[in-house]
């Protein structure tokens, strides 16, 4: 347990800032369920209209810092060669 005043001031923001990540996190997490449900249903159209969802929710994680930007521009590139596989 946190004693100090600062030590008391970490913790409540590490507390807001985890539930913060969680959100940019779980995103990401929807967007790319969707992306996979799509591609199950081979609806190629629908697919390329959520991409941008997709790119928007990364490139919104790597800006605050939850993930990186490499590992946001490497899922973009997957997600990409997915769906223009799946838009064939």
């Known amino acids: 347990m946190a004693i100090t005043k600062s030590a ?3 913790q409540r923001q590490s507390v807001k ?3 913060g990540n969680l959100q940019y996190k779980k995103a990401i997490k929807e967007a790319l369920k969707q ?3 799509l591609a ?22 790597a800006k ?11 899922r973009k590139s997957r997600i990409s060669i997915f769906a223009a596989k799946v838009g064939k």
């Open 8 to 10: 008391k001031k970490a």
């Open 35 to 37: 992306v996979r449900v």
């Open 17 to 19: 800032r985890k539930l």
């Open 64 to 74: 605050v810092g939850v993930i990186k930007k490499n590992n946001a521009s490497r």
């Open 40 to 61: 199950a249903a081979k609806k190629g159209e629908e697919l390329k209209k959520i991409l941008p969802q997709v790119y928007k929710a990364l490139d919104k994680a």
